[in-house]
T-cell receptor, first 109, second 110 residues
């Protein structure tokens, strides 16, 4: 089977840096994605890592270590609007994407 | 704005009834996936269609079924509704892995 683990909640202050970790167990692994979902909204794509290393997109970066079955999402210069749920998701053969339970990020002033 | 539209946005059904949810994919996307998201949980993979054929299914019973049409739009059908089917149903279209989600259909089963 497959499973993804990520913390259920993280709290940080505006302007800070926060890291959300994700470990996974799956067969046919292709890559690790991250999605953001605000309350009442749809998940939106943030980043995708197919190879080991760091991918940077503006304030957001994502890291993958395939040998450790581990990745993280790094959010810098936190803003209040970053308060949302963040999901790691494993892409498998045929691009079937399986999501974790999500990490709820609270950004405080 | 992802270009993926779902209907209806909200609906209420009673146990035992049947429901059909609809999804229009982003133009050119030949793959559509359906997810069930309970409150406070991550999206759970129901199934995926590629060029009108189901090519992957999650851990959902056969009363969850779907269709994809030649224009790549899609339907999710759920028969014999149960209370636990109450959830947000998300459709996502994709071309090369990245998922583009619609706003979802929120189903309440009473």
């Amino acid at each position: 089977g497959q499973s993804l683990e990520q913390p259920s909640e993280v709290t940080a202050v505006e302007g800070a840096i926060v890291q959300i970790n994700c470990t996974y167990q799956t067969s046919g692994f292709y890559g690790l994605s991250w999605y953001q979902q605000h309350d009442g909204g749809a998940p939106t794509f943030l980043s995708y890592n197919a190879l080991d290393g760091l991918e940077e997109t503006g304030r957001f970066s994502s890291f993958l270590s395939r040998s450790d079955s581990y990745g993280y999402l790094l959010l810098q210069e936190l803003q209040m609007k970053d308060s949302a749920s963040y999901f790691c998701a494993v892409s498998r053969a045929g691009f079937k994407t399986i999501f974790g339970a999500g990490t709820r990020l609270f950004v405080k002033a | 704005e992802t270009g993926v539209t779902q209907s209806p946005t909200h609906l209420i059904k009673t146990r035992g009834q049947q429901v059909t949810l609809r999804c229009s994919s982003q133009s050119g996307h030949n793959t559509v996936s359906w997810y069930q998201q309970a409150l406070g949980q991550g999206p759970q993979f129901i199934f995926q269609y590629y060029r009108e054929e189901e090519n992957g299914r999650g851990n959902f019973p056969p009363r969850f079924s779907g269709l994809q049409f030649p224009n790549y739009s899609s339907e999710l059908n759920v028969n014999a509704l149960e209370l636990d089917d109450s959830a947000l149903y998300l459709c996502a279209s994709s071309l090369a892995g990245e998922l583009f989600f619609g706003e979802g259909s929120r189903l309440t089963v009473l």
